[in-house]
């Protein structure tokens, strides 16, 4: 197709028909000038011709069947979407082909709230999420609600990383219980600057050892070998709960408490304990930055980490 069609309007009738009418067509030359606009659009028409197997637009190869499998494995939606309601075309376009996707990237200071939640929508038909970064999207707790749901259909996620949002600690509490209930191969769990305050969700910190209690989400993960809830004013409570709750992770362990506010921890119950018949160990990074250590809170926080073991 070249030289004679020279507006985009133009070309859409033409890709319709070859939809249409081919069967078996491996490769189609597009040639117009002014279309870097509506390539993706252009792209997108041509998929749906059967049996197409190469697609050059102006000389450059924009479509190889053999290669769409592992392009359409990752998204990624970052900047440049500032004022605009919907989500880039590139991102409709793959999540046709949503069950091979295994990695979501999104990045932006200022992508529209509903193209967040409309992306959220979409999400649970990725059946196979590895991977997913949600960066300074401006995440809520109303948000987090669609994010559970999300997560019910992500058995596979190993890593899930949320910083730089607005989750507080309701939207974290229900980020954590879904996770814990359906994704039990985690192993990264980034929550590091969500806005949670001292005494938001008290009575949740609080709530023993049941599966839905922050402990109970904790010794879920027999695999998870990064978590961080830093930049986040917890309070002392919440920290302990946490302590007390790694000795079911895995082997190397890095736990991100730096400025959490983690105050004095009470001590340990010291009750009496058989002696293990083997033992195992755990390498331990323990991130404590920009919290106040001083008089004996370092001691303590070493002890409620130490004495499950």
């Given at each position: 197709i070249e030289d004679g069609i020279r507006q985009f309007d133009l070309l859409i009738p033409v890709l319709e028909e070859l939809t249409a009418a081919c069967n078996g067509l491996d490769v189609l030359r597009i040639r117009m000038e002014n279309i870097d606009r509506e390539e993706d659009q252009i792209i997108s028409?041509?998929?749906?011709?059967?049996?197409?197997?190469?697609?050059?637009?102006?000389?450059?190869?924009?479509?190889?069947?053999?290669?769409?499998?592992?392009?359409?494995?990752?998204?990624?939606i970052k900047g440049g979407t500032s004022g605009k309601e919907e989500l880039p075309l590139g991102?409709?376009?793959?999540?046709?082909?949503a069950h091979v996707i295994t990695s979501f990237y999104m990045y932006t200071d200022n992508l529209w709230?509903?193209?967040?939640?409309?992306?959220?929508?979409?999400?649970?038909?990725?059946?196979?999420?590895?991977?997913?970064?949600?960066?300074?999207?401006?995440?809520?707790?109303?948000?987090?609600e669609q994010?559970?749901?999300?997560?019910?259909?992500?058995?596979?996620?190993?890593?899930?990383?949320l910083v730089g949002n607005s989750l507080a600690a309701g939207g974290c509490q229900q980020v954590l219980q879904a996770a814990a209930q359906h994704c039990k191969g985690l192993q990264q769990l980034e929550l590091s600057g969500n806005a949670?305050?001292?005494?938001?969700?008290e009575d949740w910190w609080r709530r023993g050892d049941g599966e839905d209690s922050l402990g109970g989400c904790m010794r879920s993960w027999k695999g998870m070998k990064h978590f961080s809830l830093a930049n986040n004013s917890l309070g002392p409570l919440p920290c302990h709960v946490i302590l007390q709750s790694i000795q079911t992770w895995g082997d190397d362990v890095?736990?991100?408490?730096?400025?959490?506010?983690?105050?004095?921890?009470?001590?340990?119950?010291?009750?009496?304990?058989?002696?293990?018949?083997?033992?195992?160990?755990?390498?331990?990074?323990?991130?404590?930055?920009?919290?106040?250590?001083?008089?004996?809170?370092?001691?303590?926080?070493?002890?409620?980490?130490?004495?499950?073991?």
């Open positions: 028409y041509c998929e749906k011709i059967r049996g197409i197997k190469v697609v050059f637009l102006n000389g450059l190869e924009v479509l190889n069947a053999d290669k769409v499998v592992d392009e359409m494995r990752h998204v990624e991102f409709q376009r793959k999540i046709a082909h709230q509903q193209v967040v939640l409309s992306a959220f929508q979409a999400l649970p038909r990725c059946c196979n999420l590895v991977k997913v970064t949600l960066h300074s999207t401006y995440l809520s707790r109303e948000a987090a994010l559970a749901v999300c997560l019910s259909t992500w058995p596979k996620l190993q890593s899930l990383s949670i305050r001292e005494r938001e969700m890095v736990l991100n408490l730096c400025d959490v506010a983690i105050g004095s921890l009470p001590p340990p119950q010291m009750e009496e304990r058989a002696v293990p018949e083997s033992t195992r160990t755990m390498n331990l990074d323990l991130h404590l930055g920009a919290n106040d250590l001083r008089e004996g809170r370092l001691c303590a926080v070493l002890q409620c980490a130490v004495h499950p073991f």
